[in-house]
């Protein structure tokens, strides 16, 4: 008898538990969604109030993507609303995929009610067939590069699709979806290409510009000449970039050049180069909240030196130790314009190969921080490539060791186009890129012109004869114009993309607070799309006299 009571008195335990967690989660979603719904009032009303009107007669007509859902991109399309008057435009919205209630919530709190619905199914048969047919041709995942696609798309943006819904390190070409995927890639396009056959847009706002779901859009939008606006954000900031030309979807993200450096006096220089140092600094001690640096330096406390790696992997100490900082599989490989290898698992096997024969160095493999932040990685990891070599001078390393101990403890950095060519150079460690991505041009680093030139400088001893102090002073200006913000900024940062809904909670007190920054964001966005230059942070720290740091964690 007492046994069945203990059964039963747990079993309602156990009820009681489950009750409370449903109950939990509907008040925490339904407080959530009331906060979603005052906040998008709120920016409603900021996006009117005082705008002014910058030529929006001319504009006429403005297609508003509404593909993607997130409280920043809401509050980024706001800011840029208000600075343009668009409100004041013939704004229709862009209903794709996901998040429909959503968006059609967000769109009818915003006055927008001409909306234009590319639909939540999957592709039609015949587009299923003519991707079938495509498909014929293809017999390696290097072929997916050749497909000659209609309205003249990139092959490379239909790459980068597809690879990012398989979240492979290499297309699967015998994945069973793979017809689905590029039928969907087709659809996209025959539909962009009628939005603006029958539609006269004069601006295209986009969330983004990468993938064929944004990407169709763009392209085409661009084929008509009609300019497009990505409200793009990083590092608690604005990135706003403006594309004019069909080139311009390969020139992710933004950077200065040359010009941009001339804008600028020696005073902004200096002090551009000392916040820059300062950034970087606090990035590496793990103080800035994107989701790299918080998994890459911040969730990892593992003491390291370069006498506890040789001891670790039994190696000579005193000979060179080599780190090769790979990317993430799936993210975009050619949106900076990569060419001279297929993917970043291309670029990685032919490292691999060289390191095998350059036996007098040590080298260490490094994954990529947000591996562990996204939550489904498929086929091959480059653990398993390391393994498999099962040579003694190729080894991982490990994900709990602190990033800027590791670092700290390398003769030189390989890296495709990632931040650590930036970090890594302003800490005095010379650094190897396959191609000029989007930092080579700022020369900084040693930039392979291509991809035997990127192999042979492998096996040589690369890393000696660099100015390293010329290279750290370009490497931290550059850390300035990328990360930093002008003064006037004070707390005005948004918070990561990645908080999504919970960024709504607490907008009214956002707004309140940083009521005066905003209001100087508007106007400076107004100036930079009268100016032209293709991207807003370049173009606001050019105006700007002093600097502070950007994206440092509360």
């Avoid at 962009?192 to 006269?200: E, L, P, R």
Wanted: charge should be positive.
């Amino acid at each position: 008898m007492p046994e069945t009571i203990n059964k039963i008195l747990s079993k309602l335990k156990t009820l009681i538990i489950a009750g409370s967690l449903v109950s939990h989660s509907f008040f925490t979603g339904h407080k959530t969604r009331k906060a979603r719904k005052e906040a998008l009032f709120l920016l409603n009303s900021f996006s009117r109030e005082g705008s002014v009107n910058a030529g929006v007669d001319q504009l006429g007509k403005v297609l508003v993507d509404g593909m993607w859902d997130n409280a920043n991109y809401w509050i980024r399309y706001s800011v840029f609303r208000k600075s343009l008057g668009l409100h004041q435009a013939d704004e229709v919205g862009l209903l794709g995929k996901y998040s429909r209630k959503q968006v059609k919530d967000a769109f009818s709190v915003f006055g927008i009610n001409n909306i234009i619905d590319i639909g939540a199914g999957s592709p039609e048969e015949r587009y299923l067939i003519a991707a079938k047919l495509l498909l014929m041709a293809v017999i390696s995942e290097n072929d997916i590069l050749k497909l000659k696609m209609p309205y003249d798309f990139p092959a490379q943006i239909v790459y980068d699709g597809i690879l990012k819904r398989q979240r492979r390190a290499f297309i699967d070409i015998d994945d069973k979806l793979l017809p689905l995927y590029l039928g969907e890639c087709l659809r996209n396009l025959d539909l962009a290409y009628k939005i603006f056959d029958h539609h006269s847009f004069n601006m295209v706002v986009l969330s983004h510009a990468l993938d064929f779901t944004y990407g169709a859009i763009a392209w085409m939008a661009l084929q008509k000449k009609i300019s497009v606006i990505v409200l793009y954000g990083d590092f608690g900031h604005a990135k706003f970039f403006h594309l004019q030309n069909q080139v311009d979807m390969f020139r992710f993200p933004g950077r200065p050049n040359k010009s941009d450096s001339l804008r600028v006096s020696d005073a902004q220089t200096k002090s551009l180069q000392i916040k820059g140092r300062e950034q970087l600094d606090a990035r590496m001690m793990g103080q800035t909240d994107d989701v790299g640096a918080l998994y890459a330096y911040s969730k990892r406390k593992g003491e390291i030196d370069r006498r506890q790696i040789a001891q670790v992997f039994g190696w000579d100490s005193k000979k060179p130790i080599v780190g090769v900082y790979n990317s993430n599989w799936f993210d975009f490989p050619h949106g900076s314009g990569l060419n001279y290898f297929r993917d970043f698992y291309d670029w990685i096997m032919s490292t691999l190969e060289v390191a095998k024969e350059v036996q007098d160095v040590n080298w260490l493999f490094k994954a990529h921080p947000c591996d562990q932040w996204y939550a489904k990685i498929n086929g091959q990891r480059l653990e398993d490539l390391i393994e498999a070599t099962n040579l003694p001078h190729i080894k991982l390393a490990n994900n709990n060791w602190n990033g800027f101990k590791l670092m700290s403890s390398l003769d030189g950095v390989i890296t495709c186009h990632g931040s650590i060519g930036i970090e890594a150079t302003a800490h005095s460690i010379p650094v190897l890129v396959p191609y000029e991505g989007w930092y080579g041009a700022a020369q900084f680093v040693k930039c392979a012109i291509s991809r035997a030139d990127y192999l042979s400088t492998l096996k040589g001893s690369w890393w000696k004869d660099i100015n390293l102090v010329e290279n750290k002073i370009k490497a931290e200006i550059f850390a300035g114009w990328i990360y930093c913000v002008p003064d006037w900024h004070g707390e005005y940062k948004y918070l990561d993309d990645s908080m999504q809904d919970q960024i709504f909670v607490s907008l009214r007190k956002f707004i309140k607070l940083n009521n005066a920054s905003l209001l100087r964001e508007v106007s400076l966005l107004r100036d930079w799309y009268i100016d032209g230059h293709p991207y807003y942070h370049v173009y606001k720290i050019s105006k700007g006299s002093n600097f502070q740091l950007g994206n440092i964690a509360q």
